[in-house]
């Protein structure tokens, strides 16, 4: 049903570490559940942005802010640009 969040798993071909306590990750090319989870364990919330494009594949971060190597503190808020599918053009119904 359309609005209604879709779940499939994939195998993660990308992992973040190490990391250090107090400074934002690297996360770009990272799936949207490993970034999720490495940010859980930082103590930040997160802000996700899904952006339609070609360039990266569905469901990774392809934007950060903070940026990488910055300082971060348990109760920052993070947000992440993950990519999207772009609307093409989908199959007529007969």
């Known amino acids: 049903m359309e609005g209604e969040p ?5 195998a993660p071909a990308a992992t973040v570490g190490p990391f250090e306590q107090g400074t934002m990750p690297n996360l770009r090319n990272v799936e949207r559940a490993e970034a ?20 990266v594949a569905p ?19 993070v947000n992440l640009i993950l990519s999207a599918e772009p609307a093409g053009d989908e ?3 007969e």
């Open 91 to 93: 199959a007529q119904e």
């Open 36 to 55: 999720e989870r490495v940010l859980a364990e930082l103590g930040v919330s997160v802000i996700v942005i899904e952006v339609a494009t070609n360039d």
């Open 59 to 77: 469901g990774r971060v392809f934007g950060q802010s903070p940026a990488a190597g910055e300082p971060l503190e348990s109760g920052d808020v």
């Open 6 to 10: 879709q779940v499939k798993e994939v």
